[in-house]
């Protein structure tokens, strides 16, 4: 799929799910801050972060298969990450449209979605918009999937639903092109 051009490709299956288990095992019982906002106006709308240091975060499981799928999405050309974090969502939380990189400016985002399971009726999905900011895409939260994107296409993560008692999780990792 792609927003006037510019392409969002999903990955399944890229790791096995006892492992995305594991994944969701350790953000369970992780140090959460309330103090990530979407975009300066919404400051006063904070939601809850776990930052991961990059030495970490090249431990993580999905580390490699991230930089595999770049490197797919990207036609082979160099990418580094220089940010990693975990979002956690619940329902009742006000999450807001937002951009990860500016116009013009070459940045991806890698969205990993964190779970053991899904459930369609929990809702949590990720919507993509156009310039005129109409919903043009849409990926649903599905356990193990990776979503990367340019990080300049407006989006938005929706919160899970009133019948979901389990934390949307997605793990994001921040990618800038490297220099030649």
């Known amino acids: 799929m792609q927003i006037e051009g510019r392409p969002i490709r999903v990955y399944d299956g890229l ?3 006892p492992h995305v288990k594991q994944l969701t ?4 019982s992780a140090n959460f801050v309330r103090n990530e906002v979407a975009r300066p106006d919404t400051g006063q709308f904070r939601h809850w ?3 991961i240091p990059l030495e970490a975060a090249a431990q993580l499981i999905v580390y490699q298969p991230t930089l595999d799928a770049v490197r797919d ?4 050309n160099p990418y580094r990450i220089y940010r990693c974090y975990c979002n956690h969502a619940a329902y009742g939380d006000m999450l807001f449209t937002h951009t990860d990189a500016q116009p013009g400016q070459q940045g991806l985002t890698a969205l990993w979605y964190i779970a053991p ?3 369609v009726e929990w809702g949590g999905e990720t919507l993509f918009y156009d310039s005129g900011m109409d919903a043009d895409a849409v990926v649903a939260p599905k356990p193990g999937r990776l979503v990367i994107f340019d990080g300049s296409i407006t989006h938005v993560g929706r919160p899970p639903s009133r019948i ?3 934390p949307r999780y997605t793990l994001a990792f921040k990618l800038e092109p490297l220099s030649p």
């Open 15 to 17: 790791v096995a799910l």
């Open 25 to 28: 095992e350790a953000f369970l």
């Open 49 to 51: 972060v776990l930052n």
């Open 73 to 76: 999405f990207e036609g082979g």
């Open 117 to 119: 399971e899904w459930n």
């Open 164 to 166: 979901c008692y389990a």
